[in-house]
């Protein structure tokens, strides 16, 4: 059973700066798609960012430019640097990993306020 595990969130201003790692553990070969999702309150859940095992990624209009995804592949870890950061960037991130079926971390809040 894979199992994905967040770090990092928290507290950050807006302009700032945080960084999300989740590793995944339970499997021997490493994930097709790792990546991460988001949902603030009253809103639904949606994508931030995937990765590919490949190396090929996407990224939500609202974060491409200000945020960045990166895997890696020998410690199945998938990362999330978030830079300019911006109050509607409030919500709770979501690892989401694909190896023939989806699987959930549990979430990291992330709060950017003055």
């Known amino acids: 059973q894979v199992r994905l595990v967040e770090s990092g969130g928290g507290l950050a201003q807006p302009g700032g700066s945080l960084g999300l790692s989740c590793a995944a553990s339970g499997v021997i070969s490493s994930i097709d798609v790792m990546g991460w999702y988001r949902q603030a309150p009253g809103k639904e859940r949606e994508l931030v960012a995937r990765a590919t095992r490949g190396g090929l990624t996407i990224y939500a209009d609202s974060v491409k430019g200000r945020f960045t995804i990166s895997r890696d592949n020998v410690k199945k870890t998938v990362y999330l640097q978030m830079n300019s950061l911006k109050p509607e960037d409030t919500a709770v991130y979501y690892c989401?990993?694909?190896?023939?079926?989806?699987?959930w971390g549990q979430g990291t809040q992330v709060t950017v306020s003055s």
């Open positions: 989401y990993g694909f190896l023939w079926r989806d699987y």
